[in-house]
C-alpha cells in the first residue's frame, strides 16, 4: 500500500501529494513537507500526518484544529483512510492507495527530502488483552503532538540514537517441563499486560514472557498455541513500539516549538519507557536533557 493527501484548495484547485516517510508536515511554509500556498486558514507549519497501517495520525498546531465531516475538531487523533477533513475553504483527504495507483508530488521542492523508514505490517491475527486495548488508549493519551518547527534547539540536538524497544535475540524456554511452563508464562505475560496502564515496564517484561511461552508450547508440540502467544506478544509488542514512536516524535516537535513543559513530561515518561536500558546513551542523553530543561524552566 501506498499512502497519499490529496489537497483540494479554495480555488478548486487540486494536487495529491505522497506520503512517503513516518511523517509528512503540511503548511503554508516552504520548510513543510507539503507547501499550500494561497489559502489564509492553513498556517505556517500547520498539521502533521503519520501513516500507519489501517489509519493515519493527524494533530494540528494548538488551537487550530482541521474539521471532519461531522463538524467535529480534530487535533490529534487516529482516523481511517478515506476521511475528509477541512480547514477554512481547503480540504483534505486521506487516501491510502493500490501499489499500481500513481500520486502526485511527493515531497515539498523547496525542502530537501530526507531517508525515510517504511512501515512494517503487524501480525494478521492475535489475542487481544486487556492490557493491550489499554495501552491504545494510553498512546492516544500522550499522542497529541504541540507545534512544529523545522529547526531543532541545541538540547534536542544532544540526543543519541535511540536505541531499540525490545532485543532480537532468540528465546529459549527454560525447565523440564514445557508444556506446564507455557502455560504459566502466558498467564503471568496476561497480568502483567493488565498492569501495564500503571507501568510501562510491566508491557515490557508482559512481550518477554510470551516470547518464552511461544518457545516453550513449540517445544512441548502445541503449535496452535505457540501460535497465538506469538500472535499477542506481537501484537502487544508492536503497540508498545508505536507509543515510543509517538513520545519521540512529540518530544522533538516540543523541543522544536520550545514547549519546556511538556518536552520535560516527555524526558519523564521516555525515560520511564527504558528504565530496562538505563546505560544506553539515550537514556543517558534523556537524564542530561531532563537537567537541561529544568535549568531552563527555572531560568524563566
Given at each position: 500500500m501506498t499512502y497519499a493527501l490529496r489537497i483540494t484548495k479554495s480555488n478548486g484547485e487540486q494536487t495529491t501529494h505522497a506520503l512517503v516517510g513516518p511523517?509528512?508536515?503540511?503548511?503554508?511554509?516552504?520548510?513543510?513537507?507539503?507547501?499550500?500556498?494561497g489559502e489564509r486558514s492553513i498556517l505556517a507549519q500547520h498539521i502533521l500526518l503519520a501513516p500507519r497501517d489501517e489509519q493515519c495520525w493527524v494533530s494540528t498546531a494548538p488551537g487550530s484544529p482541521l474539521w471532519d465531516e461531522n463538524g467535529a475538531a480534530v487535533e490529534g487523533a487516529f482516523l481511517p483512510w478515506g476521511t475528509r477533513l477541512t480547514v477554512g475553504r481547503c480540504s483534505l483527504e486521506l487516501l491510502r492507495e493500490k501499489?499500481?495507483?500513481?500520486?502526485?508530488?511527493?515531497?515539498?521542492?523547496?525542502?530537501?527530502?530526507?531517508?525515510k523508514g517504511s512501515e512494517s505490517?503487524?501480525?494478521?491475527?492475535?489475542?487481544?488483552?486487556?492490557?493491550?486495548?489499554?495501552?491504545?488508549?494510553?498512546?492516544?493519551a500522550f499522542a497529541a503532538v504541540q507545534g512544529f518547527s523545522a529547526s531543532?534547539?541545541?538540547?534536542?540536538?544532544?540526543?543519541?540514537?535511540?536505541?531499540?524497544?525490545?532485543?532480537?535475540?532468540?528465546?529459549l524456554c527454560r525447565g523440564e517441563n514445557p508444556g506446564h511452563r507455557a502455560?504459566?508464562?502466558e498467564e503471568q505475560a496476561i497480568a502483567k499486560s493488565e498492569r501495564l496502564v500503571f507501568d510501562l515496564q510491566d508491557g515490557i517484561e508482559a512481550v518477554a514472557l510470551y516470547k518464552e511461552a511461544h518457545a516453550c508450547f513449540a517445544k512441548s508440540g502445541q503449535d496452535a498455541e505457540a501460535e497465538i502467544v506469538l500472535a499477542a506478544g506481537e501484537a502487544l509488542r508492536a503497540t508498545l513500539e508505536e507509543h515510543y514512536d509517538l513520545l519521540r516524535l512529540r518530544l522533538a516537535r516540543d523541543l522544536s516549538a520550545e514547549n519546556l513543559a511538556s518536552a520535560q513530561?516527555?524526558?519523564?515518561?521516555?525515560?520511564?519507557?527504558?528504565?530496562?536500558?538505563?546505560?544506553?546513551?539515550?537514556?543517558?542523553?534523556?537524564?542530561?536533557?531532563?537537567?537541561?530543561?529544568s535549568s531552563q524552566g527555572s531560568s524563566l
Amino acid at each position: 500500500m501506498t499512502y497519499a493527501l490529496r489537497i483540494t484548495k479554495s480555488n478548486g484547485e487540486q494536487t495529491t501529494h505522497a506520503l512517503v516517510g513516518p511523517q509528512t508536515t503540511v503548511g503554508s511554509d516552504a520548510q513543510t513537507d507539503v507547501r499550500v500556498t494561497g489559502e489564509r486558514s492553513i498556517l505556517a507549519q500547520h498539521i502533521l500526518l503519520a501513516p500507519r497501517d489501517e489509519q493515519c495520525w493527524v494533530s494540528t498546531a494548538p488551537g487550530s484544529p482541521l474539521w471532519d465531516e461531522n463538524g467535529a475538531a480534530v487535533e490529534g487523533a487516529f482516523l481511517p483512510w478515506g476521511t475528509r477533513l477541512t480547514v477554512g475553504r481547503c480540504s483534505l483527504e486521506l487516501l491510502r492507495e493500490k501499489p499500481e495507483e500513481k500520486v502526485g508530488p511527493a515531497r515539498n521542492p523547496n525542502k530537501p527530502s530526507s531517508d525515510k523508514g517504511s512501515e512494517s505490517e503487524g501480525p494478521s491475527k492475535a489475542r487481544i488483552h486487556p492490557g493491550v486495548l489499554m495501552i491504545l488508549v494510553i498512546t492516544l493519551a500522550f499522542a497529541a503532538v504541540q507545534g512544529f518547527s523545522a529547526s531543532s534547539t541545541s538540547a534536542g540536538g544532544s540526543l543519541a540514537e535511540a536505541p531499540a524497544l525490545f532485543e532480537e535475540d532468540a528465546s529459549l524456554c527454560r525447565g523440564e517441563n514445557p508444556g506446564h511452563r507455557a502455560v504459566a508464562l502466558e498467564e503471568q505475560a496476561i497480568a502483567k499486560s493488565e498492569r501495564l496502564v500503571f507501568d510501562l515496564q510491566d508491557g515490557i517484561e508482559a512481550v518477554a514472557l510470551y516470547k518464552e511461552a511461544h518457545a516453550c508450547f513449540a517445544k512441548s508440540g502445541q503449535d496452535a498455541e505457540a501460535e497465538i502467544v506469538l500472535a499477542a506478544g506481537e501484537a502487544l509488542r508492536a503497540t508498545l513500539e508505536e507509543h515510543y514512536d509517538l513520545l519521540r516524535l512529540r518530544l522533538a516537535r516540543d523541543l522544536s516549538a520550545e514547549n519546556l513543559a511538556s518536552a520535560q513530561l516527555q524526558v519523564r515518561k521516555l525515560s520511564e519507557l527504558l528504565r530496562h536500558k538505563p546505560n544506553s546513551q539515550y537514556a543517558l542523553a534523556l537524564r542530561r536533557l531532563a537537567g537541561q530543561l529544568s535549568s531552563q524552566g527555572s531560568s524563566l
